[in-house]
């Protein structure tokens, strides 16, 4: 199946144009939304029938974060999401944002030192990402000591879990005990006992007035019973947070890089942009409002390369959408790498024009259109703080450097779980003030970078 490669292949050139199908993966019915109403029939409409994640991806991270928030479902799923949303809310970005910044800073001075000044970005902004969630999960000093160990965990977990779920995809009672591998057992014992002596560590020091999210989990507390969540519990959205907001801020942040490398004018309007805001000094959260070509620039990257490229549910019960029936038990997915390149929705939908988002954009699509954290209620609890991060990084890190893609190098998306640029993402680093030895690149059209879709389609 070409999806055991690369999610991506399995949607051919005409998916860019549906609206609504239907089809079947072995014994499961299938049923794509993609257009602005029936993601809003889906997922916020119709959330109660199909709020629960698909058995792919359940089975897949169940190991190793049990009934944590990203999987979980029902009563389990809403009193979790109201202990965790308030602790990464937006309103709590200006105790992490020095964190952030302090972390980039030390990217930043790094690649100062580099020789030859080459990197594997999507390499380099995972290494940054870390740093900073487990920084803010588990304390500044906590965090230093234990990030390289929980990475290595993470990234050898996603390499031997299965992709896919054959049990369910053949229609069998979804109470048959899944078969997991000595390797994928040995991957979770070794996460989650760093993650419990990380905990346990915590419990037992000072904590003085250090800010973590660990430290707010601990002291949360069950809104109907009054009572402390269980250390299991804390565990797994400890793992839930750092899975969600280390993966998908480094991949998105490799995207941009890659992307603004290859549109003069849009690296030339952020750079003005950074200058004129910041004036060479580092950011803060104050700044955010006004960095809005440094967002746009972000968002328009989420739309073009979503790090969650596929948003699979399974219906709950029996539904219909515009006269089509949709079983209970089916799977119904949104798709945003289709829907975010939709021809009927969008513009030059494979072009790279972050003006799409700036404020008071009179063509701005329907949010339903663009759902690069999903949307509705199950709408990703943390997808404030990822987005404050990736600013942040991006505008320490682009005040001193440009990158430009080695020479050679051609990339493909390339999606199991999450959406990366196949084999890495190898770039140059160049210091801003430095003239360009090379040969000056052609100017960007007018209307914005095409990136195409590097698969075939588009």
Same mark, same amino acid.
């Given at each position: ?38 993601? =809003? ?74 020789? #030859? ?88 020091? @000072? ?24 250390? @299991? ?73 979503? #790090? ?50 700036? #404020? ?52 493909? #998306? ?24 090379? @040969? ?5 059209? =007018? ?12």
């Amino acid at each position: 199946m070409l999806g055991r490669r690369n999610f991506l292949e399995m949607w051919e050139d005409e998916a860019f144009d549906y609206e609504f199908s239907a089809g079947r993966l072995f014994m499961r019915k299938v049923f794509v939304c993609n257009s602005p109403d029936a993601v =809003q029939f889906a997922f916020s409409l119709k959330n109660a029938s199909f709020e629960r994640k698909s058995a792919q991806m359940r089975y897949a991270l169940q190991p190793l974060i049990g009934d944590g928030l990203f999987i979980s479902d029902g009563d389990t799923w809403r009193k979790r999401r109201r202990i965790v949303a308030p602790i990464v809310h937006v309103s709590r970005l200006s105790e992490f944002a020095p964190v952030m910044v302090e972390t980039a800073v030390e990217a930043r001075d790094r690649w100062a030192r580099l020789q #030859p000044p080459s990197v594997d970005v999507l390499a380099e902004m995972a290494h940054l990402t870390a740093e900073i969630i487990c920084r803010t999960i588990f304390g500044r000093q906590l965090g230093r000591e234990h990030a390289h160990e929980i990475v290595d965990g993470f990234s050898d977990y996603q390499r031997v879990i299965n992709q896919f779920d054959l049990v369910s995809l053949l229609g069998l009672p979804d109470w048959l005990p899944r078969w997991y591998g000595p390797a994928v057992r040995r991957s979770v014992t070794r996460i989650h006992a760093v993650l419990d002596g990380i905990i346990e560590s915590y419990r037992s020091r @000072e904590r003085a007035d250090e800010v973590s999210v660990i430290g707010r989990l601990l002291d949360a507390r069950d809104v109907d019973t009054g009572e402390p969540l269980n250390p @299991e519990a804390v565990r797994n959205e400890a793992a839930v947070l750092f899975m969600a907001g280390h993966e998908t801020t480094a991949n998105t942040l490799a995207w941009t890089w890659y992307l603004v490398s290859q549109a003069p004018e849009v690296e030339a309007r952020l750079h003005a942009e950074l200058d004129s805001v910041l004036g060479g000094r580092l950011p803060t959260v104050t700044d955010l409002p006004h960095l809005s070509y440094t967002r746009a620039v972000l968002e328009e990257t989420l739309r073009l390369y979503p #790090p969650v490229p596929i948003l699979p549910r399974e219906a709950l019960q029996d539904e219909t959408y515009q006269g089509t029936r949709i079983p209970k038990g089916s799977l119904v997915l949104v798709v945003p790498w289709l829907l975010h390149r939709h021809r009927k929705l969008w513009d030059k939908p494979d072009h790279f024009i972050p003006d799409r988002f700036m #404020p008071g954009n009179p063509g701005a699509p329907s949010k339903f259109a663009y759902v690069p954290f999903s949307i509705g209620p199950r709408i990703c609890a943390g997808m404030s703080f990822g987005q404050q991060e990736a600013i942040l990084c991006l505008a320490t890190l682009a005040q001193s450097f440009r990158l430009r893609l080695e020479a050679g190098r051609e990339i493909k #998306p390339v999606c199991r779980l999450t959406l990366r640029p196949e084999g890495g993402l190898q770039m140059r680093i160049e210091p801003r003030e430095a003239r360009e030895l090379h @040969e000056p690149r052609a100017a960007a059209a =007018q209307d914005g970078l095409r990136t195409g879709c590097p698969l075939g389609h588009g």
